[in-house]
């Protein structure tokens, strides 16, 4: 088990090396520099300036040799000027050349600087993050056991009318979008239009002070969509479940209905779902792009906009960083939790 | 909870019988008409082709029929109460508790994701309300009482941990947990090898004497019905044709279906040219396009027209002077049972030519990562083929004698060059052909060496006509220089396996399996094979079909002079058609002869073994019983000296240890009869012959 953990971290660094290199390489293709020069600098600035004001922040190396800068593996590109000052990435206001240290990257946890923030880029990811993070947990916390519960009630008796309405429910809460779901909440909850007025439309104030009245609408709108696909998924594996012929041995030992449920159909029914539930981490990570936009929740999606929409390349690398770990590591506890699942699968 | 009160009355009795099952499209009647009785202690047979309703009848005892399933009428009463009345509760009290059933697959039929202790246990703790460590120290019990090795340990691990004849041991061990009074066993050994299902078989009566337990025993092999059961009832199309004890129906058959049964099973005296099998003509009918009145009357040598065709219901009548003995024949009064067969014509028997396939030392071995998986790990070599070498003739059949894990596929996927060799030759008309990938091989090799396959169910592409894929085969092996040339070669080839030709335009799906497998002959034999290796090619079809197949192939190869390479593990079909016998084990060769000379003493200790294991349908056979112990050896791990020194009851014969020091050398006993082992001569004379046929 340790060997092959150990071997997944090895796989796990090799594929965050190539995926941060390839945004890497995007974000720093010329016309992107070009227009962080004139964005940081001047607007009608001149060809001219602009290469030395690229120049000067040493973007006009070699890609890899930039990367490695970035990682922290090269010792990062410092401009002495005419007069003498020396200035680099790793030079911080109020450090002279020789305080500052030689390598700044990401493995020295200095992540950049936001243009847009004007903030370093670990700060602001630590604290959009957490935000988003706590958004996932209630999501998480509600949309999976639901799910599975939906599913499994779905699939067990294939056909009959329990099946056929929750089937229906999950399919209709996976093909309305979040933002047909999400505007929908607004209107009847929060706005004078119903008068329900039970939930606040915005989730602005949920960001310092959670609370029911202003979380519950942005946690309903994701867990809605997420939950109909879960459970879809719950519900194919368990039927098949139903007509294996263990199933039949049980049923013929007597064992009663709820129990074959619970003991024999369940494990092997969730095996196929685990996999999908740990996708939607990263589909959360991203893809709540919509609904913190939606009720003004300034997460890691909406950082991922603002990064985006304004050329910020160092933020945009960070978000990137996360988002990828985010994948390998769900996909690693996805695995892990797969061979605990599946006693055919064994490590040994 | 307890067992139902005591009740003196047979345990089980199904009267009039029918089920149904409903589809959108119509009523499917399954079992119609249907009348059996267990007897306390008593063991039942239930014999029939597939399709015959005999599992519907098992599952219908069982009131679980699923969603479509019906009975329609007749009764099934359990001790007296009649089952169909129980309410949901009370039948989940009988089922695992009164009444047990045992599967055909062991491993779908256990929870791959439940150990085995959890799911033994469950049973008394349903039944009996019996706490865990009760539940546990039964369980143990009972997985002592299967022989199985190491019980804690068993119950501590997961199905796929166990070998295919360990889980079968298991699933009994389950149905007797609450000790039942009725066993229902649905086909148990199929999935098995002959030795561990003779050690199955041995289990399953032994326990029967041990509990009381009356048996209800569904195969399609007559020979395991007559070692196991008192009583049998065969059934023909959804109805009981003949019921009565296993004396009275195996020696005076009062049915022609039983009787055509028996004629088309090859029996130590068939032979294939003097004394040939007698197929049934026909195809087993659809349960909704069964004939009017007599269902078996399309097929049947007495059909007398305007008396069994007309529509009505046949029923069971007695037959005079024997017990309880009942058959579903309006004339079987008229029919001279004892009429001899009229022999169909006899063939020559044609003499092997001269040699077109030499095996030399032929090995084949596999590295296999100790870790499937996750990769890594030190490598182990998995010696699937230890020093092959014999000669194969023109038109000879030579057969391929051996359990799973033996080496048999593997020794024909080297041949027909779905992988190369590691050590040894393959001469093909002296050709070196072993290192010779299939990819690399010329069209004349290819079309030379072909094979028909174990199941021709998954051997045929579902969406291409029958007439396409033989053409296709025409093609790739350039036989014919147009379409139309093809197409014309092509419905020769449907005349040679005696399709009718309008089958050129049928899809797969509308044949029935022998006919599949005729298909699957006529691409073979496609581009004029010179060698046919036919693996299993009737172990997958019902036995009425079988002898039509090989009779089948028989024709081909005297007509076309093939080499016919026949694997199997069936050693009575194997006596019937080959002229040499080659019995492998792990990977080894370990008896080689003609087939006298294998099927006679002295043997190889694993020849006879297998020998003894098979079951023999013919109540004037003696056999000599023997049971080899635990499982066929992993090839992963096999054990040192000679490879079956861990099951061989003739071991202590050998002085010195030296079974488990040595690999046996071959050894010449003359005529070409070389066997594998340490045994000396004086020890190999005193074999007796393992089957004898008692005086008539």
Redesign the interface.
Known sequence: MG??IL?RVGVMLLTALCLTFVVFFMTNLYPNLEKLAKTQGNFRMSDEAVATWLERGGYLQSTPKKYLEWIGLAPSYRHVAEDGTVTGRCIQPGMTAEEAPRYCGILQGYWGYSTVFRDEVGNIIATRLGLTGYLMFWVMLIMVPSALILGVLAGMRE?SAMDRSLSTVAITTTATPEYVSGVLFIAIFSSSAVGLKWFKGTATSAMENPNFENFTLPVLTIVLYGMGYIARMTRASMTEVMT???I?????????FH?IVL??AL??AL?APFTVIMLQFPWLLNGVVIVETLFNYKGFGWTLVQAAGNNDIELLLGVSVVSVLVVLITQLISDIGYVY?????R?? | MSKLADYDGPILEIDKLSISFFTRLREIPAVMDFSVTVQPGEAVGLVGESGCGKSTVALGV?Q?LG?NGRVVSGSIRFKGRDLAEMTAEEL??????EI??I?Q?PM???????KIGKQLM??PM??EGVGQKEAYARALEVVTDVRLPDPERMLNS?P?QLSGGQQQRI?IA?ALMSKPSLLILDEPTTALDVTVEAAVVDLVKDLGKKYGTSMLFISHNLGLVLETCDRLCVMYSGEAVERGSIHDVFDEMQHPYTQALFRSIPLPGADKNARPLVAIPGNFPLPHERPPGCNFGPRCDYFEAGRCDVDQVIPMRPVPGNDRHETRCLRFEEIDWNAPLTLAEQKEKSAPGKVVLKMDNLKKYYEVAA?A??G?GEKKVVKANETLSFEARESETLAIVGESGCGKSTFAKVLMGLETATEGEILLDGRNIEQTPIEARDTRTISDVQMVFQNPFDTLNPSMTVGRQIMRALEIFQVGNSEAERRQKMLELLDLVKLPRAFANRMPRQLSGGQKQRVGIARAFAGGARIVVADEPVSALDVSVQAAVTDLLMEIQRKEKTTLLFISHDLSIVRYLSDRVMVMYLGHVVELGDTEQVFSPPYHPYTEALLSAVPIADTSVEKEHIVLEGDIPSAMDPPPGCPFQTRCRWKSEVPGNLCEREVPPQRQLGKGHQIKCHLDDATLARMTPVIKTAAE
């Open positions: 060997v092959f071997r056909g294996a012929q263990y039949r041995t049980a049923r013929l030992k007597g064992v009663s129990n003991k024999h494990r092997n095996i699942l599946n006693p055919r699968i490590i040994s | 069982m679980d969603k989940r009290d009988i089922r695992g508790n047990a059933m599967y697959e779908a039929s256990l929870n791959p994701a439940m469950e049973v349903i039944h997961y796929h699933v389950m870790n998986l996750f890594g």
